[in-house]
């Protein structure tokens, strides 16, 4: 069983050099893609409570956001919590 693969190239004529090869291996060791859950050629994307792209790898607004809600702790006890 496996879940994600993230392919990243520098080119579109590169992506789909490797997009052959990763399906054919996959093929080859008796893996199913199912087409309805690819994301194939996309500029970036949400992973793991990230948004990746070229430029950089930062967390989701929504992940930091319950962080910077977070009131601020008013004693030792808290802080330690």
């Known amino acids: ?3 994600d693969i993230l392919i990243f190239s520098r080119s579109f004529n590169e992506h789909k050099q490797h997009l052959n090869e990763i399906l054919s291996i996959l093929a ?4 199913q893609v199912n087409p309805d859950k690819c994301s194939i ?3 970036e994307i949400d992973f793991l409570s990230h948004r990746i792209n070229e430029q950089c790898i930062k ?3 929504d992940k930091i956001k319950a962080i910077v809600d977070l009131p601020a702790p008013t ?3 808290e802080a330690n919590e």
């Open 1 to 3: 069983y496996l879940d």
């Open 28 to 31: 080859k060791a008796n893996f």
């Open 41 to 43: 050629v996309v500029q």
């Open 59 to 61: 967390p989701n607004g």
């Open 75 to 77: 004693t030792l006890k």
